[in-house]
Each structure stands twice: as structure tokens, then as C-alpha cells.
């Protein structure tokens, strides 16, 4: 556990938990297909597919309670991968429930009455179940021989809660010399967390609090006390 100043580690979590949102996903070159909400037609909801080198999307009516692609000319738009003139950008975003394995490798926290704030780096893992907004962007560049080529972004916003387990070093400094020994301690995490998204790899920042799983959690000074972490994740549905 190393002493730190106390603004540092806030600045590096969001630092990190912001990194890469402006840059282009190639892991969504392409839209998935799936219903979206755009403004592409004037009504919002519409269906997107891909179609060799096109994007095709298709707006939506309700008809006895289903929506249906409407099939009809003016409501079908093709983005194809070039094209010959500049065309407007395209905004798509769809919200969905989210589930992610993640792993905390950095916690910061808090001064106690015995040591002062702490940066500590532990082993910990934890399911994380959310609703997840994502947002794409279309839009044309115009290419050194005078067309037009093109181009997909793609990031993604969550928050959720999350759950598991991890480890804390245990010793008489962590403890107000209620114990001589020192071991690696189980802990069972759990809080919220805000993370974002590039492809299937997940960042962000949690807010969270440990219940160490041992008959020492009565001299623990970090039972149940807060702290902030810093998270990575695989998306997994």
C-alpha cells in the first residue's frame, strides 16, 4: 500500500475511465444488425442490416402492437461503402441490458483514523449487470481520388451494479494490532460502477465496499468503508 495525494488517484481513474472514447472502434466497421433509434427517417425507431458492402436500414411502423420493416422505397436508406457525392452524417443508438466480467485492479482509499489514504492493487473479480446505452455514427470522407468513403464510430455508455470477490492484505497496520500475522485476505466487493466501451473491452470508475469473509472483520478498518476503483471488463452477451 503506497501513501498517495489525495486528488491524484480521482484524476487517474477518470483519466483512464474516459480513455479512447473519440477514436474509431474497427471492431464495428459495420452496424450490427438490430433496431436502432435514428433520425434518419422522420420517425425514430428503424431496423438496420448489412448487405455486402451496404448498410440498409429501415424504418419501423407498429402494427398490432409488433413493429414491422416498412419495405416501401422512401423508407428504406442505403449507406453504401462509397459513394459519389458527400453525404449527411447518420446517428444510431440502442439501449440494452448489459452483462460484464470485470476485474478492479487499482482501489483508492480513503484516510482512517490509524493510516492515511491508500492506492492499493489487489486481486479481484466481479459480474457486472447494467443497461447499456450504445451510439454509432456514419459519415462520408472524402477520399484522395474524389469520392467518398464510409466511416463508422462507435462508443458505448453503462451503469450498473456488480458483485464478487477479491483479495486484501491483512496485518496488524489494517487491523490497530488486533492481530500479529499477515495473509492475504478473501473479500466479498460489491457497488455500482460507470464504464464504457470500445468493441467487447470495457472501462470506467466504481464506487464500492468490502465485507472481508474471515473472523477478523471486527478489527478490519476498511470493513464496509467506501472506496474507488478503477475497472476493466470483457462484455459478454
Known sequence: MIKINKLFPLFILTMLGGCGVLKNDTNYNNIPDGEY???????????????????????????????????????????????????????????????DALTIPFKYRPETRSLPQQFTTSLNGALFLGVRKDFYKLRYKKHFFRYYERESSHFAVSVGGFTG????????????????AEYEGVVWLKGAAVIMALG????????????????????????????IGLVFGLNLN
Open 37 to 99: 433509434r435514428s433520425l434518419v427517417f422522420s420517425k425514430g425507431k428503424l431496423y438496420v442490416r448489412n448487405s455486402n458492402d451496404s448498410i440498409i436500414a429501415h424504418r419501423l411502423q407498429k402494427v398490432k402492437g409488433d413493429f414491422i420493416a416498412d419495405t416501401v422505397q422512401p423508407y428504406i436508406k442505403n449507406f453504401l461503402k462509397r459513394s459519389n457525392k458527400q453525404e449527411k452524417s447518420s446517428f444510431f443508438h440502442s439501449t440494452t441490458f448489459d452483462v
Open 165 to 180: 470477490f477479491g483479495s486484501t492484505a491483512m496485518n496488524p497496520w489494517v487491523t490497530n494490532y488486533n492481530i500479529s
Open 200 to 227: 467487447k473491452y470495457t472501462t470506467g470508475v466504481s464506487v464500492a465496499w468490502d465485507n472481508l469473509l474471515d473472523k477478523n472483520k471486527k478489527f478490519w478498518i476498511y470493513e464496509r468503508k467506501p472506496w
